[in-house]
């Protein structure tokens, strides 16, 4: 199994390093960050390719995932089940961001002992063991050292929004951590994230579209009483034929929200979930997700993209990109970025955003013939424009629109959901007077694949 675990800055900085078998070579962390860097530039045309979360190098396999500005790291000698692999270093990173409160390059430096004794625990002999947070506590007695900041690099210390910086504080603290004296912990927080894949033809015609959603919860409660969660009243899972709520879904019927499938921790207890969508369980130490579903159904894709490709001279053609925000003008778009591949044969572009247009950057790639067109903020119903103009080395380059795109959006938008679930309350299940703790249920829409064509 497992040879070797490191943790790595983004700079190549080793942070971590723990061996468990000796048969790898010494310089892998070093080996790994090299190929990563410079992945696909000894290849021609596949230079700013990123790296696969597995590969092999001289007879060593690297598993890897980047969260929070780091690398984790697995080396083996075997071949290993990649999914396990990948499975397991992910329940590290989540484990040590339970224990620390928060994830960063300087929270692992400033607690590194408690991380080698986490991994040690997590990891024997290249073998997962049990990566339960609440199993963990009985054998792991070093204290977490709190790290003011929070913030990965590059990266805002939340994804939700603003106004929700008091959560954001609250979450990012660790889940052992004795609390001081006179000061309770009494917080909740249930965070309902949604990943978007669409495709949409040239004409913007809707091909396939999904959601992949999660209910992810961390609780901070003390004496660790039940909770009950409900959902969606006309929620189903399947088909309406075998839902307590009959009716044609979309259409005015019982049945506003259908998932394909979905699936719930083991802490989760059903035996209501299907006469009113009501969840009881007794929250597990640490971040867990409690529920994920999927849908395929019908729903309103958050952005729209509109293409145009027009040539206005032998070497010369234009394109322009329109994108249209379809969520509710009281929601923002963060983080949002278009990408779209170029002709082979272009040499130039010139990119002209449209005018009124504010915090929007452009950048031509000519290494890998490639537009970006970012935005620091969306705001729902606004529509925007970009103009480009592409000088080509070939004169009436023949089929010129196969040899663009597709166009790519990236995007977060906070305190929103696509598919209309919700959590229609969250209910404390304790029979003390004026017991009242915080409760925190937040939403959030991101891209997972966001694809139109030319």
Known sequence: MISQVVVLSLRGDTIISRNYRDDVPKNTAETFFRKVRFWGAETEGRSGESAPPVFNSDGVNYYHIKTAGLFFVAMAKTNA????????????AAVIKDYCGTLSEDVIRKNFILVYELLDELIDFGYGQNTSTEYLKSYIFNEPLTVTTVAAPGKSASIFAPNTRSAAAATSKSVVEKPKKGVTRDEIFVDIVEKVSVTFNASGYLLTSAIDGSIKMKSYLSGNPDIRVALNED???GSTENSPFAGDYGKGGGVSLLLDDCNFHSCARLKDFDADRTITLTPPDGEFVLMNYRTTHEFKPPFKIYTAVEEVAPYVAELVIKVR????ASKNGSNVVLK????????????HIGPGQTGQTTEWKE???EIQWSFKKISGGSDHALRVKLTLSEERVPNIKREMGPVSLSFTIAMYNVSRLVVRYLQILNKEKGYNPYRWVRYVTQSSSYISRI
């Not at 925000?325 to 509710?328: G, K, N, R, Y």
């Open 340 to 351: 779209m591949p170029l002709p082979k044969a272009t040499t130039r572009a010139s990119c």
């Open 235 to 237: 929620l189903a899972v």
């Open 325 to 328: 925000a379809e969520f509710p």
């Open 367 to 369: 290494s890998t013939k």
């Open 81 to 92: 089940p990649p999914s396990l692999i990948l499975e397991l270093i992910q329940r590290v």
